[in-house]
Every structure is written in C-alpha cells, then in structure tokens.
C-alpha cells in the first residue's frame, strides 16, 4: 500500500471497528506499515502473537514500520529506541543503563487480532469483537484470503454494491448473470440491531461454480448480510446439490475516497479443485466491480433518500443505507 500523506478521519463509530490491514500469512518477521481512515499503523509479529502500533517513534517521529523485531520488541529504525509489546520503551541505547527510561516513552498501541486469514486492527476502543463465522474459520471449508483490491472509491459505496443483485446481469453478465434474465423477485430483507440481511434469493447464473457438479449454468439461491458497516457476507446455494459458496468482503478506508478491499471465500464442495482456481475467479469477478464503483457520483454515499432514485430491487440498499444513519458513520458519506 502506498504510504502518501493522508488527514487522519474523524469518524467515532468506525474507530471503534475492526478493519482489515493485511493477510495473515503474507506477515512475516518485518514490520508493516498500514493506514487506518488515515492513521499510519505499524503492525508485526512476535511470539506472543501480531500487536499494531502508531507508526511513529514519539523521540523523532520515525516510522516504526521501518524498524524490525527483536524476539518481543520493535525496534525504531533511527536511533534503536525498543518498544514492548505494551509499547512501553524497555531500552534508549544512547543512555546509561541505570537511567530511567521516561514514562512518556511509549508507542501507543491499538488492539489487533488475527482472524479468518486476516490481521485486524481497531484505531480506538473496539465496540465488540469480531464475529464467529463457522464458514471462515473452520479449515474444513478452506477459507481462501483474496485480495487486498485498492480501489479509488469510498468503502460505502464498495459495500453497497456488494448488497446490489441487479448489477450482475450486466457488470458481470456471462459470468455471475446475463441480461436474459434480468428480472429480480421481490425479495424480503429482515433488520436486527447488528444486521441486515435478505431471504433466500435464486439468481441465474451462467457460469457454474468452479468443480460444480453442473455442466452449464445453474441458479443458485443467494443470502446477503451486512453485519457491520464496513462488513458483509453472502452465501449462494446450487438447491439441487447443497453446494454453497460464501463470501465474506470487509474494507480498510485508507481515507475518504481509497480502500483496501479483503475477501474471504469458502466452500463446501470440490476440494480437489486447486485453490488458485476460486482465488482467480473472485480476483475477476471484483476486478469487473472496481471499475464501475470508481465511475460513480457522487463519489461519497448519499445518505438522503431523495438524492438518488430508489428502486424496489435497491431494498438491501436502502436498509443500510439507513443504518448508516442511525449508527452515525460520517467516512464515506454525504
């Protein structure tokens, strides 16, 4: 991710979220350097597990993130100042070993967790924890991380166009759709205080799911849930066979209009089908969403109904773009 300058969001509900950052296993001994709605975070690894830090050593401002790590420190770059995983300084070379180390010397730590293949990170006090999702945790569905995407877009927009079914027909037409058979049903969404979420939905598809059984297309009955508002996933169930894949898409707003896009897919079915094989297929299907959510205007999520026009098929959108409101996320929307 490209490190540029950024102003560093105002927006009290996503601080208090979990975003994002990297891929667990692309973590390794090195520090990486994130932005969070536009606060540089280093994050890294120990033995005691992955910990994220503000990415700046408050002697000189050196990024933290251009360090390295000693068994459980991180070590500045500029003068060796090391830092615990507390992010209480435990060493400034430069001084005598007997002289205190100021209180003040300290790295200000954000919680971080590693999860569904992904390294997380909140930049205030997590509202909640993350969410138990059989799907993306357990091996035995192989949940696959995809992505980062860098996309020139507001995070709400990207998720928004997650929750739209009558985009695949044309954006994704041939692969998710085809304009034949453009006609949506009317569908029901159901609201609860941390989600929102649809009833069974069955969509033709031409494309059947890699190591489907189904030679040709197929329809597949879809689920679409946003759980957090940054945070969705969706199932799609082949009803013949019971084979279903699930996607779960959460979004890192770097700042107002750039975001880090992650996935996680798993599956019941065609284990013997190389994983690459679904990692593609999700890297295409997004690629042909880029595109368009970059061309949208405008570029911020209106959150007044009457700013853009609303369709019966718009109802998942429009529940969450109502959430939004009620919850008083100010990133991403106008």
Not at 19 to 30: I, R, T
Not at 164 to 192: T, Y
Request: proline fraction near 7%; aromatic fraction near 10%.
């Amino acid at each position: 991710m490209t490190m540029k300058p950024v102003e560093r969001l105002n927006d009290p509900v996503l601080e208090r979220e979990w975003h994002p950052v990297f891929a667990a296993e692309q973590l390794g001994d090195k520090p990486q350097g994130v932005i969070v709605l536009g606060e540089r975070v280093a994050i890294y690894r120990t033995p005691k597990g992955v910990h994220a830090v503000r990415d700046l050593c408050i002697h000189r401002g050196a990024m933290l993130s251009k360090g390295w790590v000693e068994k459980d420190v991180l070590v500045c770059p500029y003068h060796g100042w090391k830092y615990n995983t507390e992010g209480q300084c435990v060493c400034i070379p430069a001084q005598r070993k007997d002289e205190r180390i100021p209180v003040r010397a300290a790295a200000t730590v954000y919680p971080c967790v590693e999860k569904y293949g992904l390294i997380w990170v909140c930049i205030g006090e997590p509202a909640k924890p993350l969410p138990d999702f059989e799907e993306f945790d357990n091996p035995a569905y192989r949940p696959l991380a995809c992505g980062p995407y860098h996309v020139n877009a507001a995070a709400t927009r990207i998720i928004e166009n997650f929750t739209d079914f009558a985009h695949l027909m044309f954006v994704h037409g041939g692969l998710l759709g085809h304009p034949d058979f453009a006609e949506l049903p009317d569908f029901k969404i159901f609201k609860e205080p941390d989600r929102i979420y649809t009833e069974d939905i069955p969509i033709f598809q031409p494309v059947a799911h890699s190591g489907s059984e189904a030679r040709e297309g197929t329809t597949y009955v879809y689920v679409k849930e946003v759980f957090r508002p940054l945070a969705a996933r969706l199932s799609k169930r082949d009803a013949d066979t019971g084979q279903t894949l699930w996607i779960l898409l959460t979004i890192n707003p770097v700042s107002d209009m750039e975001s880090a896009v992650y996935m996680v897919v798993s599956r019941n079915y065609a284990f013997d089908v190389p994983d690459q094989q679904f990692i593609d297929f999700q890297n295409t299907v997004f690629e042909q969403d880029a595109w368009i959510i970059e061309t949208q205007k405008p570029e911020l999520l209106p959150l007044d109904l009457q700013a853009e026009l609303n369709h019966k098929a718009d109802v998942l959108s429009v529940a969450y773009r109502r959430w939004l409101t009620e919850l008083g996320v100010k990133v991403g929307t106008v």
